[in-house]
DNA sequence: GTTAATAGTGATTCACTATTCACATTATAG
DNA sequence: CTATAATGTGAATAGTGAATCACTATTAAC
């Protein structure tokens, strides 16, 4: 039967929203035109009203992506100001993000969207390094009110701050979800904050 | 020209050489039976009487990794027996491997290797456990010895452990080895030390 | 040197995927 | 109501990569 005739933006969202939950259940690799259509409810042909094709697609994801990650922080600045209750939030929210939104480690790890296509890796190193310039600021901010103990390396800090969640985020997704991404993340933080924290 | 004919034992090595390299430079996606082919020098048919298709190709490359790891580990065990110093070795050991082994990091992130491959998902899982599992084994004795603090999550403590050194190899992969892994290593173990050691 | 086993080759098949296009249908502005 | 722009469809095309096969060349054992 023929597909209801819908907005191009409304299928665009559809479209980003389909191509999220491939990635989350089968992975990067299986991400096809035509899956990503089917899901939709729509022909492969279809898509093309839509995008001009899988690489606007896959630029669509990534933005949709750092939207995510972006509006996590916000949230968390907004809430507080004390350094490390602000780091301990992203810590946290991050974690639930990760565990509801699989497909975001699938996109930052697979190099199926890097290899021979240098602006989307560009893309890709852009959104990890904002992630972590934030992170540092925090930490200098920290060092400066005298939460944070001012000998800690502010970068291999903030670098260590992300080994909190990503190495948890390969674990749950090589062990089926079997491994409590957030659990850990509630034990490593009293972990983490005796390294930088100020007694 | 015809290659020149060569023992099966020696092609098996060559071939996975030949991947690994293909999958250090252009990613796991691009690993292709003609692409290794090429390289090693012979035609992509060739290929099959060495091993029997890509799946037993990408074992062989696992079981490689693994020896890689382990003799990473075993190395270090037989150098010295004080816990901190073991985990400082493995820790400065594993990032200069990743570093030179660039392949590495891809095999273990990419989702490519797993999906609709259970078996291959449990080998590259019983890989990164195990590896964790020995991490946990030297923390143990830390503690039981006394140079580690006795109330130290032990299980989050080794996924951190391993998180000094991941997030490295995923930010050096995206900003084309502008990220510079065993610095980080050396400015993050101090760090990791002030968290878990007894002062 | 002959022979059997081993390794290499090119052609080909098969399945899969992205993309294009001519045409059909639907929504909506006027 | 109707014109038209937007969206949907199926068929066709082209590219890719894994795998098979009949055949050839080389090696090593006897």
Redesign the interface.
Known sequence: MRAKKTASHIRQEQIVEAALDIIAT?????LSIAGIAKRVGIVSSALYRHYNGKEEVLDAVLVFIRKRLMSNVDHVVKETRDPLQRLKRILMRHARMLDENRAIP?V?????I???HPER?AK??DI??GYLGIIREIIKEGKNDGTIRPD??T???S??F???????A??S????GRFDMVK?AE??W???V???AKI
Chains 1, 2 share one sequence.
């Open positions: 089968e992975g990067l690799h299986a699938h930052v790890f697979s190099d199926w890097y290899t021979g890796k890709v190193a990890i390094t800690t390396d970068e291999a800090a670098v260590m992300l080994g909190m969640i990503l190495p948890a390969v674990l997704n090589v062990s089926e850990h034990n490593a009293p972990i983490f005796r390294c930088i």
